[in-house]
Structure formats: C-alpha cells, structure tokens
DNA sequence: CGCCATTGTGTGAGGCTCGCACAAAATCCT
DNA sequence: AGGATTTTGTGCGAGCCTCACACAATGGCG
C-alpha cells in the first residue's frame, strides 16, 4: 500500500477536518477561529445533503437562512474535489424561473472502508458516500478466541481484500466492535469470547498499517451513526438505537451528535437495574435489565414452557408460533416485549430521546413485535403533554453494522469543531 | 419600571448573544458567521474566567492555545462595558518580566435576578457575576395552591422588591421551578400542590412586565447550572446532579451544555423502573425508584421500625441516630443509602457521569451519607479499567436553587451558538 | 546598568459571510 | 411571437474575526 496520498485526495482530505491519518490528537474546547467556520458550514451543508437527498444551492440557502453566495462558496471547492456532482436540472414547482442544479454525492467521491468486528468473524466492505456497499469480505475467526495475531491479521486480510476493489483510496476506516472499547485511545477494552484483544490498540495499528484514519466504536453505537447518515435516523434530530439480542446495549443521538460519555462509555443499559436484589445477572450483580431481556431469558423461559425448540427460540421464532395459535406463546410474547420495552422505558426518561430505532432480536419479530413493545412502553412511560413516543425497526443484519462502521469516518469527517 | 434600557447596558447585552428580551426566537441549528464566532469566543473566555478564576489576558491565551492579541480583542469590549476590570498586577511565578494583569468579573457589572418557585413560597434575589448574593425576598404562597392570579402577584412582588434593590438593571430573570416545564416555551407544564399554574406562560408574563429576558428550567437542573458556575461544578467537562427528598430529580452536563432533553423533558430519574412489578407508586406505576429512595419511604420504614421522630425523618436525624447507636437505624441508614445508590449507578450505566453532584435530602446526613452512598454505588457499577466514580455534597438549601436560577440566565448569556 | 523575560497593544494579511448587482434560463401573459 | 416575470447561480466589495509580527512597558538578574 503505497503511503503516499495523491494531490486531489490529499485536497478532498483537506476539505474536511481531519488533520492527519493518526487516531487521537482531537482539540480540546478552545476557541473558535475563521477557518473553523468554513470546515463546520462545510459539514452542515454535507449533513444537509444526507438529510434531504438531492438539493440545489439555493433550496439550501433558504433553508438553512444564509445567502445563496455562502453555498455557491461552500459548495464549489466540493464540486472541484469530486465529492459532490451537479445532477440534471430539475423544474422547480410552480411558476417559472432558472432550472436547480441539485446538488449530490459523485459516483466518483472515495469511499469508506467499514468493518465489523464481532468474536466469531470479521466483515469489511466499501460505503459510497450515497450509502451504497460496493466491495464486501468475510473472514471467519478461529473458534474461541485464542491469541491476538491471528485475529488481527483476520483483520488485515479482510480489509486488504476490500481496499483493492477499491478505485480510489477511502477516506478512512470505520470499525465497530461487538464489546467495549476506548474511543479516546482507540483501543479495545473487553471483547467477550476474545479476550486475547483486551486493551489492544487496534486503531493505531490499522491506521499504521494502511496510512489511513481509522475510528472505532461500541456495536450500538455503529449501528446508530448507521441510522443517522443511511437509515431511519436521518434528518431525525434526537432519537435512540437499542440493540436487544444476546446481550443489551444502546446509543443516543442528540445536538447534532452521537452521545459519547467520557471515554466512550455509556449506553451499557444491559447492566442497568430494574429488579433490586433480583435474578443473578451474569454481571455478578442482581437484577439487571440483562437478565430479563435478552435471548438468554427467552430461551430459557421458552423451555420452561416446554415451547418447541425453545433452545433456539428468538422472535421471528416466537411471533411464528403466536400467529399458529401454540399455547403459552402469546403470553411469553408479551412478556418478553414488556420485558424489553422496560429498559426503553427508563432510558427514556432518564434522556427523553422520543424516537427509538430496536436493532437485533426485536427486528426479527416484525411489526407485530414492534408494535407490541411500543404499546408497553406508552404505558410504561408517564405522559407528558404533546409528547409522542415512536418506535421503529431498524435493519437486523450485518448490513445495519457495517454502513454504521463507515458512518464513523463520516461523522468524523464532517466534525464541526464544536 | 422604566422599558427602555440605558445605552451601556444595551451595549453590554449586545456583547453577549440575547437577541431580544423575548422569550423562545432560538435558531435551529444553522450555519456560522465570523460574528458569531466572536460572540461564542467572547462566550468561551468568560467560561474560562469562570472556570480559572482571576486569569490574565496572556494566561488565557496560553491556555486556550489562540494569539494573546486574539484575547486582548476579545476581552477589551468586556472591559469597556464594565462587565470585566483588571484586577492589581501580580508577579508571575519564576524570573522577571511584565507582571500581569488578571481580569476578574466587575462588581460594577449589571447583577442576575433569580427566582425559585416552589408549591409553598416564592424566593427571590439578585447574583452578581461572582456568585454573590445581594438583595433576597420570600414570599409565602397561599396553603393548597388556589388559583393562579395570586401566586403570579407573589412572583412579581418578589421580583419587585428584589429588582428595587439593584443599582443597575439586570441581565435578566431566572426561575427554577419545582415541577414539570417547557423550557422551548417558557410555561409550566405541571407543579404538584398548584395545579392552578399548569400550562401558565410564565417567562412571557414576566417578561412583559419587566422588560427583560425570563429563562426557566426545572428545578434538578437549576441545581446543576449552578453548581456549574458557581459551585462544585467548575471547570468539570462531565457531570450528573441527583436531587433527593420528597421527590427525586436529576440533571446532566456535558460537552459544554446542561442537556435539555426535546422541551425540556430529561432526567425524571424519579419514576425510572428499578423494581418490575414492584412496589405502587404515587405515579399510578409499580416498581418505580420514587418508590425506595424518597423521604416517604425513609419515614414509612422508620415508622415500621419505630424510630423516634419517624415522621420528620431525614438523613440528618438518621445519621444522628446511627451515632448515638440507637438500636435499627444503621441497617435503615444502609438501606437507604443503597437505594439512593441503585438509582445513580443506573445513571451512571445510562450516560456515564463519572463525577455526581448530590443536593437536597442527602446532603443533609453529612460526609457520612455522601460516603455510604459512594460505597454503595461503586459496588453496583460494572468496573471499568481507569474509570473513578467519585460522589460529593452540593448546597442543601435554597442558596444553590437561587444561584442556579441565576445561572440558567448566565448560560443563556454565553450562548455560544452551536 | 545592561540583558532578558513577559505582558499587553498596534497594524496589516487572510478567511469567511453578506448584500448587491448581473447574467442565464425557463414560464407566463398579452 | 415576444416581452415581463421569476428563479438560479456568480462576481465584487464591505465587514467581522483571528493571526503573525513588531514594539512599548515593566520587572528580575548578573
């Protein structure tokens, strides 16, 4: 991999914010300066563009309040660096007038490279800018665990396999990582089933590897900067991702931001509390939202029950057997989505996020599964005036994961300094 | 009271971001300009001052990475309007040089007008820039509530009284109330014990009838922007404020901002679940954490033990009674302490405030309460390497509601427009 | 007394948005 | 058919802001 970057790359570089391809070395809250404003307009028009699909200069001028001149001005130095194309004029409404020249992603922008890190496998791929996934690869990890060089090289492999599809070289490489990590430090903290890769300092070693940015997150976390730029989070302006399935997690968006607590903790609603002294999590601890929302409780209250193949039961399973009538599972079903729709409970009034996208289990229940969790959690939740609680299914497949991954390098390229 | 506004304090209001002495008229997220860049600097440089206390200009620079001439420009329109002096120069540390000249906030500055609003009285006072408490008026509200119009008089003969004392207009008028609002309108959505004021427009009242611009928020989150400005909070990037007492209530800050959740919702960490199905709660729920954490509960359990004084039960009477070993008080003080513990460890899971700030009830029971409750909290967080929970006392009386009102003024004031 | 370090202040350069004027392009009306 | 109207996108100078540089002021140290 050549480490040099070509001139109209290294310019589309500069056209965002990032300062050079080492993770780290974020500015602290200091002050604001003029060049700042042209970088943070520069994301807000992009992030503009994701939010409304194809728009001209001026339905941008008037809809952020500015004057068409300061789009005209953000606008061109994109046009000139291949990120953004001037589509087919298009007729505006009523009346008269000049054609729109929308504005859009160029077929011919760099792509992103996303990864999707879990214990038993690794999957890469290239993202367009439109949100489309080019280039896809799968390699498998050696049961178990074992030692960290045989997974990191898994992981060089499968993005070394995706990078040469690639025309141009991407922006950067997103990873999202099923266990807890260390934004700041770009390091793992815990993959459970992995153990070997607890504290390693994955995103520096990639970004040495290939001369490339690399940002690394929580798996919820992904799938919600996924949401944000390519599904049912866009133009949202506060919502929450929840991922139910073998374990619990969730991430909030909000202010024009993921939420990231200090070190990229937070959203570990798996090992919140909503049994005092009750089930023992296995956490240690007793009463865990964990212990009664996940597959684990399913199953293991499905064998209770004696339902048919209660060891694998999840809820495509689960709503299958309601629809054909077999008894005990209606009520379970219910259960289970009340169970779920606690922790949704509690998140939102601990945060008020009042639009939530289910990833995961939950997903595979279709909308039956859906709808029974959001009607929970209306009761669930005190009413607030004027206040509507929506709920939605996100996507349940790698899919979601990856254009999340890539969506990381996104979100960091148009960070707006503040 | 005269409507017009002297041209110095017009001028000292324009160097801050107050549009108008209106209520609401914020923008939506839009794009930057170079003025507003100034006006968020101009922000930032007073937070800083907050922060560091009396700095110098070259200080300031040095820390906040910029040019001295930048602050020197930034800050000599402050000096002008009387909002900054410079205080005696004082001799650096090591070798010679220029001694410096900090710049601490004027006492001839215009003062901040804060309210607190509670079913029982009306509190109101003037803060200077420092954190001083100048004029101070209590105004008692009629038993039960009753209707509207007289517990609006109180407000505003508070006000009055209050507003006759200052020597210079204020900057504006800030109220915490005790109950449920909408800080994108202005009004109160709900306050236990006055339902007369449900839905009451109370910023666009006040600010008609005093010309200035009225800011209200919940009473949790008074608490936090003061201890953010003048209290325990200064100069932390994170942190949470849990109230406890006849209710309980909570409040975050992060990346700069107190969080707001949509109008205002957010942190009624009262009726969270922690126990399914659990205990009835005054909400109409079951299980929630109201339910094991507020004084009712104390003084129930109190009662069943039967500890003197059950009924005025309170952390303080508790810790006292612990001291003088009187037989069930520790195992209730342990008791208690845990089940204020559970609810900040489910915040602490949530978001990821490593830093909590207590207020109200708990307070009261002194280092001892604070210690127990860390104990406990610290025992039902999930340990993660190189995070410290650390827990501390904030003001248990009104003082921190009054400085907190003042501040949601404060803040609005430095608005830095993102 | 001379040298050095540090603070605070002018001055011009460069970046950004804004308002205005203007060319280009399509529709509407007579 | 042709002019009026409307809308889009583009130069150009003004204004605001930060930055780099030079310079005066002030005190310690040898």
Not at 213 to 238: K, M, N, T
Request: with cysteine; charged share 20%; hydrophobic share 45%.
């Amino acid at each position: 991999m050549d480490h040099r970057i070509p001139k109209r790359e290294a310019d589309a570089r500069r056209l965002f914010a990032f300062g050079d391809a080492e993770f780290g070395a974020r500015m602290p809250q200091s002050l604001l300066s003029s060049s700042m404003v042209g970088s943070a307009n520069r994301g807000l028009v992009i992030q503009a563009l994701f939010d409304l699909g194809p728009t001209s200069r001026a339905e941008l001028a008037r809809l952020a309040g500015v004057n068409r001149t300061t789009i005209s001005g953000i606008v061109q130095p994109l046009l000139d660096a291949d990120i953004l194309v001037e589509n087919d004029p298009v007729q505006t409404g009523r009346g008269g007038g000049k054609p729109a020249r929308p504005l859009w992603f160029s077929p011919k922008a760099q792509p992103i490279c996303g990864v999707l890190l879990m214990p038993d496998a690794v999957h890469a791929c290239l993202v367009t800018l439109d949100g489309h996934v080019l280039a896809d690869h799968r390699v498998l990890l050696p049961e178990g665990g074992g030692p960290v060089e045989p997974i990191i090289d898994a992981v060089i492999r499968s993005v070394t396999l995706t990078l040469a599809e690639a025309e141009r070289p991407p922006f950067g490489i997103g990873i999202a990582v099923g266990g807890m990590v260390d934004t700041d430090l770009g390091t793992i903290v815990a993959v459970n089933l992995a153990p070997a890769l607890d504290g390693y300092p994955i995103a520096t070693r990639l970004s040495h590897e290939f001369g490339l940015p690399v940002r690394l997150d929580h798996h919820p976390r992904a799938l919600l900067v996924g949401d944000r730029w390519f599904g049912q989070g866009r133009g949202v302006p506060q919502f929450a991702v929840v991922y139910t399935g073998e374990v619990l997690g969730g991430a909030l968006y909000f202010g024009g931001h993921l939420y990231r607590g200090a070190s990229g903790a937070g959203g570990e609603l798996g090992h919140t509390f909503v049994q005092v002294d009750g089930e023992l999590c296995r956490c240690g601890r007793r009463g865990c939202w964990d212990t009664i929302a996940t597959l684990g409780w399913l199953r293991r209250e499905a064998r209770v029950l004696g339902l048919p193949e209660a060891d694998d039961m999840d809820s495509a399973r689960l709503v299958d057997l309601v629809q054909r009538g077999v008894q005990g599972a209606e009520p379970l079903f219910d259960r289970y989505a009340r169970n779920i729709a606690v922790g949704i409970a509690n998140l939102q009034q601990t945060v008020a996020p009042n639009y939530f996208i289910l990833h995961g289990d939950a997903v595979l229940g279709g909308e039956r599964m859906i709808a029974r969790i959001s009607d929970h959690v209306r009761h669930l939740v005190p009413s607030r005036p004027g206040t509507l609680i929506e709920i939605v299914a996100g996507d349940a497949g790698d899919q979601a994961a990856l254009l999340g991954a890539a969506g990381l390098v996104l979100s960091d390229l148009l960070q707006f300094s503040i």
